[in-house]
């Protein structure tokens, strides 16, 4: 099993609609998860961290399942700025110092 | 908002040749980090560093890396006789201590073309 692996897309999702990315990691020990942005050609920034609970940021809601070993990203009311790559993201390491991206899903948002 | 820096933001050198690319993490961050990205695939982790010495490193970081913190301020990476394969984006990331939840912040990156 990969470490970190994503649908790499990409997803046509019409302005205003509703779109859901999964992605899985292999090492149920692992402690922190995130949602990073990837513009073309950009450094990855950070859309948010993944909380056991579950947690939201306004048009984005991001989920855990540790018995599955999955984390998703859902955005709503999808706008033109979100089109992007979304990369998850993974502390792999025993002493959190090995972070390990995902290949990214490519959302295209049409208007 | 505090940021990584990273110089040059783009380097181009002769294969075999040696290289240096600099950043200056986030000042009260102590994990440092470089990554990787060949044009069109993905962002590949090289290695991590704490209290001046590596954490961890993946298998792409062979002899021929190395990364040095050589003051308090500048955290490099070397590449000692370069490769074509070497040509990607680099990126170095740093994040602050504590909570095993504080996210890496990138640099713009450097370019490096190995021609």
């Known amino acids: 099993r990969k470490e970190v692996e994503q649908d790499p897309g990409p997803f046509n999702v019409p302005e205003g609609a509703t779109v859901a990315f999964n992605c899985t990691y292999s090492n149920s020990a692992s402690q922190s998860f995130f949602w990073y942005r990837q513009d073309c050609r950009k450094e990855p920034k950070l859309l948010m961290s993944v909380y056991s609970s579950g947690n939201e940021d306004g048009r984005f809601t991001a989920q855990l399942n540790r018995a599955s070993q999955y984390i998703s990203l859902l955005i709503r009311d999808s706008k033109l700025s979100d089109s992007a790559t979304y990369l998850c993201v993974v502390n792999m390491g025993n002493r959190d110092d090995k972070i390990i991206f995902g290949k990214g899903t490519r959302l295209h948002i049409l208007p | 908002e505090p940021e990584v820096t990273q110089t040059p933001s783009h380097q181009v050198t002769q294969m075999g040749q040696e290289v240096i690319l600099r950043c200056v993490p986030i000042?009260?961050?102590?994990?440092f980090y470089w990554y990787r990205q060949i044009l069109g695939q993905k962002v590949e982790f090289l290695v991590s560093f704490y209290n001046n010495e590596i954490s961890e490193k993946s298998e792409i970081f062979d002899d021929q890396f190395s990364v040095e913190r050589p003051d308090g301020s500048n955290f490099t990476l070397k590449i000692r006789s370069t490769k074509l394969e070497d040509s990607a984006m680099y990126f170095c990331?740093?994040?602050?201590?504590?909570?095993?939840?504080?996210?890496?912040?990138f640099g713009n990156g450097t370019r490096l073309t190995v021609t």
């Open positions: 000042s009260n961050h102590l994990y």
């Open positions: 990331a740093s994040r602050e201590q504590g909570s095993y939840n504080s996210p890496l912040h």
